[in-house]
């Protein structure tokens, strides 16, 4: 109750009050005695009140601190540093192996040319030319009566002598590279040499030495031979002479030059380090090695005409086969739409002395009109899987044969162009359709016969996407040419090539991802890291661990896919929803999140603290002096 | 007689104008107002739940319905057609409504009369003259009860969430039903009407504190120390007037502190029962279709945790969509605290006078609720009306009227203008509901300091007339 009297009586509603005695109220005020003493111990209701909401907020306390508690699951920051530097140091790479065989005509071996000494010397003589460290090399003697290997074992014996004894100098006179790629496939097949990176060049001898011996004018005449590069992993050398002196050196760098061009490297023909590794970054996968082909049937106009096309079966016979053969490289997966009305964004001009519609090459780059070529599917414009769009577009009647110009001003043969990470595009111009009549909207099939050449050009574009020569090998100027892999479309050495660069490229990148997400987290201690993350990186590492321990032992497909894995999970843990939410939550937003309520909250509170309690102790000493005054 | 005219003719108008809103088929406008129904209390979903169970399945299936099984029994078979366009099924489906509302009021009324006896008899016994009569002239005022019984069925707001469709009308019966039966010191009913209102809506379980005030000390009264000192006065003033009823009176209000402990332990038992009760009669009319922590699940989990981020008239809506999911839950105790932290000082400070401390508890749940409606505002002004006497010198009571009137006419035209212009944004909207917000809390900060202004002022006179009767 006394408390009440406390408070500074400015009473608007006490009007009686007031009106019966002001001067009562005043009388009261005198009679109490001075100001500094009071006869009775302060009440307690106000102290009680504010103490009882301190104590709310007190309870509150535990649950604030368990419910925004920031969890950090452990990431092994340490090994991903470690594992970036060893990254930094010595790059990964799988290893290849090349697997020299001389198999000559018995009576080279008989005449003693081709001996155990000549084939320490081509190896030697290969590794100076090769100079790659990771070239495993052996070279194998493969004679009638004898088999001698030198060089190094790689992973148990895979070759299984015989060759000369099982009628290859029957295949080799028949001058049929697909017969005799054939036979030393099927030669190689049953004893597992076939595996990843592990190529052969086969070297058959050649009847008679007559003709090298004669033609000894310049350095190299002696191994004049054919070199063909066949579609699985080997190679072989025809008309070579081996009854020369001295012939070791030339046929090592010969097959040193067909190994590194070719098995190593694709038959791209610069070897420079950092064009290679432009080409690793531009390969078209997503980040758990998958990609999906959409092909487009793009009709400019369909007042003209309607197509439909047999895309089914062009996929069932054309595409599969190369599917199946990537599929180590990477998930390739096909879509197929047809759209209307879809103007390309350039305009064409007549050339009257071609007969043609041309779009000059300078023009390429806006040949795609993305307003209105509405490419991506839902399917794949969802998820993370990469889109490679093929577009066949088929133009109006009014420009139809169009045609592409090279920057040489001739017509281009393909009539198609790539976009590197984009796709490509051909236009299919009908035949015999500049003598159409516009506006007739007729139907027409395009079917798979049709379609065949186009399923060519997209071929090599698919191969020109991936980093691959558009065509096959042929280089006739130095006698080497390729067996065209003609029903997949890539040769299994160019898939080792492509699977090679992969594996690279996902161990690189999931070393960065990796960095950049240790050092994302350690840059904001207020995120939450959830126990999903943590393994994520753990599994990432291993993986990566488990690529390069895989590499050593020559297992290809293992490594690559260990690789990939590093890669995909790296990336998961670096995308994960719970993460992206938290990066634009600096830590001045908790500021802005605590103050607005609970800064005028909580400064009321304290204040009101403060005062009451002083306020108390004031009035509690008043008591005391008035007390000792009375016990006086 | 003119009182007589006032009350019984403004109450029959009340009803009145409920059952021609009905026949005239507004039930239909304001079926989907998020100013009349919440999600907890709409009889939309009501339907789709009472449709869900008699087709088999748990009425909780899929998330429309969020209120108590007990509803959909009662209620269930009740509502009919309620789009229909013959005025008997709308009489119908509505009736159950408008006799709640009833209810409601004349108990309002009977809780109000029995405080204004109580409040003569106080100030009789303390020998001061009422300020609220004082004024005018006796005759010529409305008791407390009489304004009450009005306000509750004139109210706008009221009428709204009776005729639209809500079932706040049964939910606020149920509340005022448990203050009446403490108010009576009828200890079961007390305990049966505060289980129901806990079991619709969660939020009165607050109201356990003034209902056990209630029944301990009985309705409101001046502090107690009013009546030590009126007392230590008394022998020597030596008035022979009305001694001795003061002296019963004065029993009356110190009851011996062991019969309170009774009181409550009996009020507590009661509460228990009706909550078993209750629990029971939900299993069964759940029909084995859901279990009881479903329901738990739906309905009052469903109100803490704020599943549905639909705009209403709070302020949970806005902010949980805009805040990181993170501090979510800390965020959520947060609102829900504001209730549970006022109630402690409120009642250190304001115990004496249960029926006031439970409108002002009913206000801050109705400010910082998760899904209010405007019928939690016509329970708190019925309870409000019933402290009349002591709220007459109520400040700033022009612009909270105002107020009231625009968020009235300006929270509907702020909704259509983002949701169905589209010229507007959320914001337009959660400024409404900010000036609503600000209003209650204007409402609750004014309305207790005017009543401590009131004892402050006793106290005075208290004071002053023992010092004339000593001098």
Redesign the interface.
């Known amino acids: ?1 006394e408390e ?1 009297t406390e ?1 500074p009586e400015v ?1 608007r ?2 009007e ?2 007031r009106g ?2 002001n001067g ?2 005043r009388k ?1 005020e005198e009679g109490k005695g001075d100001e500094s003493s009071r006869r009775e111990p302060p009440g307690r ?1 106000r102290l ?3 103490f ?2 301190v ?3 007190l309870l ?1 306390v535990p ?2 601190w368990k ?2 508690e920031v969890y950090r699951a452990p990431l092994p920051f340490s090994a991903i540093e470690e594992h970036a530097r060893y990254l930094n140091s010595s790059a990964f790479a799988l290893p290849c192996h090349l697997h020299i065989i001389f198999a000559s005509a018995p009576s080279h071996t008989r005449g003693g040319f081709v001996t155990g000494s000549s084939l320490e010397k081509v190896a030697e003589s290969f590794r100076q030319h090769a100079g790659d460290v990771d070239f495993g090399v052996r070279v194998t003697l493969d004679a009638e009566d004898s088999c001698v290997s030198v060089g190094r074992e790689d992973g148990g014996e895979y070759w299984r002598c015989g060759l000369a004894k099982s009628g290859l100098h029957d295949v080799v006179d028949l001058h049929d590279d697909d017969r005799l790629d054939e036979f030393l496939w099927s030669f190689s097949k049953d004893q597992n040499s076939s595996t990843g990176g592990r190529y052969t060049v086969v070297v058959i001898g050649r009847e008679g030495s007559d003709v090298g011996s004669q033609s000894g004018m310049h350095q190299n005449a002696h191994v004049n031979g054919r070199t063909v590069v066949g579609k699985h992993r080997h190679a072989w050398m025809t008309g070579v002479d081996l009854s020369h002196p001295g012939f070791e050196d030339g046929i090592a760098s010969r097959i040193a030059d067909v190994a590194m061009t070719y098995f190593k490297n694709g038959g791209r023909a610069s070897k420079t380090g950092r064009d290679e590794e432009d080409q690793v970054a531009s390969m078209p996968l997503s980040a758990d090695g998958e990609a999906v082909l959409s092909f487009s049937l793009l009709n400019a106009n369909p007042e003209d005409w309607i197509f439909d096309w047999d895309i089914e079966e062009v996929e069932e016979r054309y595409l599969q086969p190369l599917i199946e053969v990537m599929e180590p490289v990477a998930r390739l997966s096909i879509e197929s739409q047809v759209l209307y009305y879809t103007p390309k964004a350039v305009s064409s001009h007549w050339d009257e002395a071609l007969k043609a519609h041309l779009v000059p090459f300078k023009q390429l780059p806006f040949f795609v009109n993305s307003n209105e070529w509405h490419l991506d599917t839902s399917s794949a414009a969802t998820g993370r899987s990469k889109l490679l769009n093929f577009a066949i577009y088929v133009p109006a009647a009014n420009e139809c044969p169009l045609h592409m110009q090279l920057s040489s001003g001739r017509i281009s043969p393909t009539n198609g162009f790539t976009s590197p990470g984009w796709g490509g595009v051909i236009v299919h111009n009908l035949p015999g359709c500049e003598n159409l009549l516009p506006n007739k909207s007729e139907n027409y099939r395009l079917t798979s016969k049709e379609l065949e050449p186009l399923v060519g050009v997209i071929v090599s574009q698919i191969r020109a996407l991936f980093g691959l020569p558009p065509t096959f090998v042929k280089n006739s100027k130095a006698g080497i040419y390729g067996v065209p892999a003609a029903v997949t479309g890539i040769a299994d050495w160019e898939v080792d090539v492509l699977l090679r660069r992969r594996a690279t490229m996902d161990i690189n990148a999931s070393a960065s991802t990796l960095l950049s997400l240790s050092r994302l987290v350690s840059s904001l201690p207020n995120m ?1 890291i959830k126990d999903e993350i943590g393994e994520q990186v753990q599994s990432s590492l291993a993986q990566a661990k488990a690529a390069q321990s895989q590499s050593l032992v020559g297992a290809y497909h293992a490594a690559a896919e260990a690789a990939r894995k590093a890669r995909s999970q790296a990336e998961a843990a670096f995308f994960q929803p719970s993460i992206m ?2 990066l634009y ?1 600096p830590a001045e937003h908790q500021l802005a ?1 605590y103050t607005p ?1 609970f800064v005028p909250v909580l400064l009321h509170v304290l204040v009101a603290l403060l005062k009451e309690g002083s306020r108390y102790k004031k009035e509690w000493q008043k008591y005391k002096r008035w007390h000792m005054r009375q016990a006086t | 007689m003119g009182e007589s005219w006032v009350v019984w003719g403004g109450g029959a108008l009340g009803v009145g104008i409920r059952l021609l809103l009905v026949a005239l088929g507004s039930a239909s406008l304001l079926d989907h107002r998020v100013e009349v129904v919440s999600p907890v209390t709409s009889l939309s979903r009501l339907a789709e739940g009472h449709w869900l169970k008699e087709y088999g399945m748990s009425p909780y299936a899929g998330s429309a319905y969020h209120g108590s099984p007990l509803l959909l029994s009662l209620i269930g078979p009740l509502i009919g057609d309620r789009q229909g366009i013959y005025v008997g099924d709308l009489l119908r489906s509505c009736s159950l409504f408008v006799v709640a509302d009833l209810v409601s009021a004349l108990l309002l009324r009977s809780i109000g009369k029995l405080l204004e006896r109580t409040q003569s008899q106080h100030l009789l016994q303390l020998g001061v ?1 009422d ?1 609220f009569r ?1 004024k005018s002239d006796k005759k010529d005022v409305l008791g407390a009860g009489n304004i009450s019984f009005l306000v509750y069925l004139l109210n706008p707001f009221t009428v709204a969430v009776c005729v639209g469709g809500s079932t706040s009308s049964i939910e606020n019966m149920f509340i005022i039903l448990s203050l009446y039966g403490a108010a009576t010191e009828k200890v079961p009913l007390a305990g049966f009407g505060w289980a129901m209102a806990t079991h619709l809506s969660m939020y009165p379980v607050f109201l356990f504190i003034p209902i056990a005030y209630l029944l301990a000390n009985g309705p409101d009264s001046p ?1 107690s ?2 009546f030590d ?1 009126s007392e230590s006065a008394a022998p020597a003033a030596e008035n022979d007037s009305c001694n001795e009823k003061d002296e019963k009176q004065a029993q009356k209000v110190k009851k011996a502190s062991g019969s309170k402990r009774a009181v409550i332990l009996k009020l507590v038992f009661w509460a228990a029962i009706s909550w078993g009760c209750i629990l029971r009669l939900c299993k069964h009319a759940l029909l084995e279709r859901s279990s009881l922590v479903n329901m738990w699940q739906k309905t009052h989990k469903y109100m803490l945790t704020v599943d549905d981020l639909t705009p209403n008239l709070g302020l949970f809506w806005y902010f949980f969509t805009e ?5 979510r ?2 965020f959520l ?2 609102f829900h ?1 504001n209730i ?2 006022m109630v ?2 409120l009642t ?2 304001l115990h004496h006078r249960p029926i006031f401390l439970a409108f002002i508890l009913t206000t801050i749940c109705s400010m910082v609720k998760s899904y209010p409606t405007v019928g939690d505002a016509a329970l708190y002004m019925g309870l409000m009306a019933l402290c009349v006497q002591e709220l007459s ?1 109520l400040q700033y009571f022009y612009l909270l009227l105002n107020g009231y009137i625009l968020i009235s006419v300006l929270g509907p035209v702020m909704y259509n203008l983002w949701i169905f212009r589209g010229t507007g944004n959320a914001n337009f909207y959660f400024a409404i509901n900010l000036v609503y917000a600000t209003l209650q809390t204007v409402l609750i900060v004014e309305s207790v300091s005017t009543v401590v ?5 006793l ?3 208290v ?2 007339r023992n ?2 009767k000593n001098s």
């Open positions: 109750m009440l408070v009473d509603s006490s009686d009050a019966h005695g009562n109220i009261e209701k009680f009140i504010t009882s909401v104590l709310c907020f509150g649950f604030w419910s925004t939450v939410s938290m939550f999140i309520f | 003259t300020p004082a502090p120390k009013l000192l805040v990181f999911d993170f501090f839950i800390f105790m947060v605290a549970a932290f402690p000082p250190i400070r010198d202004r009131y004892d402050r002022n106290l005075k006179q004071k002053l010092r004339t």
